[in-house]
């Protein structure tokens, strides 16, 4: 099954990768942050016998020194300096120098093959002491009692930041690192996660104003502004030719034109497991609430304010729409601003965007749903002499990227623009606060009253220098202000994050027997039924009778294995 959402962001479009990059994977330096322990005590290496007794330092040095195995993914994108390689680098000499930890690599490949060779080793019962692994592959290693409870470990040995970090989402990843209530993994976490992920409406203001239409605060101003952009030319070209609501045709994935947050204005949501009246686990998208927004969409493709052509429209074809000047509102996720510039902005200047809070069909708050925060995880063989030492790693990392100014320099977390060269690449155990970028909206906004930005640490030193930049006049520098800007994307995602607002799926394993053999098909069948629905060619009551046909399908079965494993992960 793939509702594991989180590897979308690793196919979003060259303008989002554009703005990705702006929106580094580092952490601000919050001074809201918890510090490092300073508690050390000896600087011995407990085995895993001795762990539950122990006292220690999270960042300890052993000695004498340890060595653990490993393997890794490697792609192009891992560009060395002379003499420098995945065995050997700025990491490797931190981890053996200042904390007497070597690290070998068992072997290394591209990461097309890396879940390939993985599975070879699962098989044979060959794994390293420490690995990277999906949910599908932690649970085959679980069930084969290959793994080792990191439970009593991970609270002795991790950090108080990591433990802080960890929990940016409320524990929903290390629930989805938990099986029957232990912990057996460590989750890999990105700073786009979380609240991030939440979908806004983006909308083109200048045509707002020329057509002298309202900010969107409810469903209602959504369709009046849709309605308008489709029928009163608000491009001024005379010819019918622009599109009222842009609409891709993959109804849950990400990318600029999806329809979650159009759902979520009407509390309905795509793919993912929710919670019923009765506490009960059920898939999101055949629920009674999802009949309603589809009997709207109906109703705005018929009256021509949705494009005739959504059905064969992925999200690229979507920006190509947005790059023609044909598209004034959409749904769309925080990095969108990049493409914009790019595809839209920088073409035609006067176009002008903001983005806004998705909108409620009532009265009631319309909550975004949010991607898992993790994907993949940590693992550790079970009977390794030191099954702390990736625990230990990950509080070297974060400390080393979040504690101490990114230490040391030059710095290894932002890529070399001369040479390519992101050393943060090369640490075996990586991870990124949830809210890296939202604290760094607060300090370039904060920055910005103040009018100094000479104490912002990265990445908002980065941010305030753009927007600087951009209000004295540089164009250029028109996404900063998409993102970072009074209406760009992260404005609005604060506005989510202090209303307390988003919703995770509530199944966090990996797929069901069930669910990996039928799911995928039965998805097929919803985005299907939805598109039929939409372009007027079935009935809204097809709604109800293929909700009923999804259960006889498999869906029931679905959700009796989901709900067993929700009653022992509450």
């Given amino acids: 099954m793939k509702m594991n959402h989180g590897k979308k962001y690793g196919a979003v479009s060259v303008g989002s990768i554009m703005l990705l990059s702006l929106i580094a994977s580092a952490c601000s330096n919050s001074t809201d942050q918890p510090e490092a322990s300073k508690s050390a005590t000896a600087t011995v290496s407990p085995t895993a016998a001795s762990t539950a007794a122990v006292a220690v330092d999270p960042l300890g040095k052993y000695d004498p020194p340890i060595e653990v195995t490993t393997v890794r993914s490697v792609d192009a994108t891992f560009k060395y300096a002379a003499g420098d390689s995945i065995d050997s680098n700025i ?143 608000p491009d001024g070209n005379g010819k019918a030719d622009t599109i009222g609501l842009a609409v891709n045709n993959n109804f849950w994935d990400y990318g600029h034109g999806s329809l979650r947050g159009f759902f979520n204005g009407y509390h309905a949501e795509s793919d993912i497991f929710i919670k019923n009246a009765a506490g009960k686990l059920v898939y999101s998208s055949i629920q009674p609430e999802m009949k309603a927004p589809l009997k709207k969409l109906q109703e705005l493709y018929k009256d021509g304010v949705i494009d005739k052509e959504f059905g064969v429209k992925p999200p690229a074809k979507i920006q190509e729409d947005v790059a023609a000047g044909r598209v004034g509102l959409a749904y769309g996720y925080v990095s969108d601003g990049g493409f914009i510039q ?121 941010h305030f220098d753009r927007m600087t930049k951009f209000k004295a006049g540089d164009d250029s520098m028109w996404f900063a202000n998409m993102v970072m800007g009074d209406g760009g994307s992260y404005s609005v995602i604060d506005q989510y994050n202090n209303a307390k607002l988003g919703q995770y799926n509530q199944f966090l394993a990996p797929a069901t027997p069930t669910m990996a053999e039928k799911l995928p098909t039965l998805k097929k069948k919803v985005a299907e039924t939805f598109t039929k629905i939409i372009m007027g060619d079935s009935p809204i009551d097809d709604f109800d009778k293929f909700a009923d046909e999804f259960q006889k399908l498999g869906g029931d079965k679905i959700e009796q294995e989901v709900n067993d494993w929700y009653a022992k992960n509450k």
């Fill in 91 to 233: 990491w490797t000499k931190i981890f053996e120098q200042d904390y007497g930890i070597k690290v070998k690599n068992t072997w290394a490949v591209d990461g097309t093959q890396y879940h390939q060779k993985l599975n070879v080793s699962i098989a044979s019962g060959d794994i390293p002491d420490f690995l990277e692994v999906n949910k599908e592959e932690m649970k085959r290693l679980s069930d084969a009692r290959m793994l080792e409870d990191l439970t009593k470990i991970w609270e002795q040995y991790s950090s108080p930041f990591l433990k802080s970090m960890l929990n940016q989402d409320g524990g929903v990843g290390l629930k989805a690192a938990s099986i029957d209530g232990k912990l057996y993994g460590i989750p890999h976490t990105f700073s786009n996660g979380g609240i991030s992920t939440a979908e806004m409406i983006y909308v083109r203001t200048d045509w707002l104003q020329k057509l002298n239409l309202p900010e969107p605060k409810t469903m209602d101003d959504v369709f009046k502004i849709a309605t308008a952009f489709a029928k009163q030319d």
């Fill in 342 to 462: 790019k595809e839209n902005h920088t073409k035609d200047p006067k176009a002008q965007w903001r983005a806004y809070p998705i909108v409620s069909i009532d009265s009631q708050p319309a909550s975004p749903q949010l991607f898992d925060t993790a994907n993949t995880f940590y693992v550790v063989k079970k009977g390794a002499k030191h099954p702390e030492a990736a625990i230990k790693l990950a509080n070297i990392y974060i400390n080393r990227f979040y504690e101490k100014s990114y230490a040391p320099d030059p710095n290894p977390f932002i890529t070399d623009a001369k040479t390519g060269i992101m050393a943060a690449k090369y640490a075996p155990v990586t991870m990124d606060a949830l809210n890296t970028n939202l604290d760094a909206y607060h300090q370039v906004q904060d920055a910005l009253k103040k009018g100094d930005g000479s104490k912002l640490g990265f990445p908002a030193s980065v």
